[in-house]
């Protein structure tokens, strides 16, 4: 069985994550190759058994567009064979954390001064 992990990664964060899972994989014997998108141009879908897709987000939730060209791939490949799966980071949840924050310590200022 092998397997292919293939990233995009800008900051770190979904390259530390492709990184763990590609550890984990190899721990149960499954022979993994780890490729950044850039890396895996070139290479064909139809020679893994397991492919993982790991992306972050941009704009206002978008993919990045290098990853565009490997979802048509997908689309056009032989993959009825592949098991697939999706991995990601994204910073969506903090910022709605942090604005949350903010309004509740102005209700609580304003409290304050009433
Ligand atoms: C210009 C820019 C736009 C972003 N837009 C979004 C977004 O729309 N939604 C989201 O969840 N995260 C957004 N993020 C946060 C990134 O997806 C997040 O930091 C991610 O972990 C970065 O991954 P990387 O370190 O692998 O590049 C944005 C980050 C940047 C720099």
Request: net charge negative; aromatic share 12%.
């Amino acid at each position: 069985m092998k397997a292919a992990i293939i990233y995009s990664s800008v900051t770190g964060n979904t390259s530390t994550l492709a990184e763990i899972i590609h550890e984990k994989m190899e721990q149960r014997d499954i022979k993994t190759d780890l490729f950044t998108i850039d890396q895996f141009q070139n290479h064909s879908l139809k020679d893994y058994d397991i492919i993982a897709v790991g992306t972050y987000s941009w704009d206002n939730g978008d993919l990045p567009l290098e990853m565009e060209e490997l979802f048509e791939q997908f689309e056009t490949e032989d993959v009825d064979h592949v098991t697939t799966g999706v991995f990601g980071t994204g910073g969506q949840l903090l910022s709605l954390f942090l604005w949350g924050l903010l309004t509740y310590l102005r209700i609580c200022f304003l409290s304050i001064l009433i």
